[in-house]
C-alpha cells in the first residue's frame, strides 16, 4: 500500500538559509498535517491543510510557511533557519479529519542547522 | 488546551511478560485517540484508533482501551518479544474548541526495552 512520501529524507542548511519540505500524501487523502518533534521530545502539530485551505494552526513560527496544491501535495518553506530549526519534520494525512480517520506518518525529513 | 500525559516514562520487561503502558488526557472532548510506535529517529507506524464512541480496540497482541469520562487510555501488550522494544506514543485528537479538530496533541512517550 502506498504511503506518505517525504522528501528530502535529510537536509542540511546554515543559519539563516531557507528550506523547503515537501509532502506527498496518499493517494485520495485529502488532508495534510505538519508536525515538528525536537530531540528528545514529542511531536508538536505546526500546521495543517484541508482540501488545500489551511485548516487548522498550531505553533508554527512566523518565519515558516506552508501550502497544500491542486494534487494535494504540501510544502513546508523555512526561511532564516536557527539552530533551534534542527528537528524532525512529519508530515501525515488522513481521509477527512472525523471521529475515525486515522492519521498515517510518513518517514520525516531530518533537518539539522550548522 | 489539551495535555497529554505518559506513564511510566521508560520500561525494561523480560522477553514474554504482559506489560501495559498508560495515557492520560486532561480534556475528554476528543474525537480519537490514536497508539503510535516509534523506532529511534523513525517515523511513526500507527498501531491502534479508537474513537470517542469505542471503549477499545485489539490487533494482535495488541489491546488498547479507552475511558474518556475519566480521560484514560491504556495499550495492552501481550506475550512481549524484543522486537517490541520501542518508544510508545499516545495522541488525541481534541473536538474542543472547533478550529483545533484534526490535529494531534502527542504524550512523551513510553521508551519500552523487551530483553531476552
Known amino acids: 500500500a502506498a504511503g506518505v512520501i517525504q522528501s528530502p529524507r535529510h537536509l542540511i542548511k546554515e543559519k539563516r538559509e531557507t528550506a523547503t519540505l515537501k509532502c506527498y500524501p496518499i493517494?485520495?487523502?485529502?488532508?495534510v498535517y505538519w508536525y515538528q518533534q525536537g530531540p528528545g521530545q514529542d511531536p508538536q502539530f505546526l500546521i495543517s491543510?484541508?482540501?488545500?485551505?489551511?485548516?487548522d494552526k498550531g505553533s508554527i513560527p512566523d518565519r515558516f510557511s506552508a501550502q497544500q496544491f491542486s494534487d494535494y501535495h504540501s510544502e513546508l518553506n523555512m526561511s532564516s533557519l536557527e539552530l533551534g530549526d534542527s528537528a524532525l519534520y512529519f508530515c501525515?494525512?488522513?481521509?477527512?479529519?472525523?471521529?475515525?480517520?486515522?492519521?498515517?506518518f510518513g518517514p520525516g525529513t531530518r533537518l539539522t542547522v550548522l | 488546551k489539551q495535555e497529554v500525559t505518559q506513564i511510566p516514562a521508560a520500561l525494561s520487561v523480560p522477553e514474554g511478560e504482559n506489560l501495559v503502558l498508560n495515557c492520560s488526557f486532561t480534556?475528554?472532548?476528543?474525537?480519537?485517540l490514536q497508539w503510535f510506535r516509534q523506532d529511534p529517529g523513525k517515523g511513526l507506524t500507527s498501531l491502534l484508533l479508537?474513537?470517542?464512541?469505542?471503549r477499545e480496540q485489539t490487533s494482535g497482541r495488541l489491546n488498547a482501551s479507552l475511558d474518556k469520562s475519566s480521560g484514560r487510555s491504556t495499550l495492552y501488550i501481550a506475550a512481549s518479544q524484543p522486537g517490541d522494544s520501542a518508544t510508545y506514543l499516545c495522541?488525541?485528537?481534541?473536538?474542543?474548541?472547533?478550529?483545533?479538530?484534526?490535529?494531534?496533541?502527542f504524550g512523551q512517550g513510553t521508551i519500552l526495552t523487551v530483553h531476552p
Open positions: 501525515a494525512s488522513s481521509l477527512g479529519s472525523g471521529a475515525g480517520d486515522t492519521q498515517y
Open positions: 493517494p485520495r487523502h485529502d488532508t
Open positions: 491543510f484541508y482540501e488545500k485551505m489551511q485548516s
Open positions: 480534556d475528554s472532548a476528543i474525537y480519537n
Open positions: 479508537i474513537q470517542s464512541s469505542q
Open positions: 495522541a488525541v485528537k481534541s473536538a474542543a474548541g472547533g478550529t483545533s479538530y484534526g490535529k494531534l496533541t
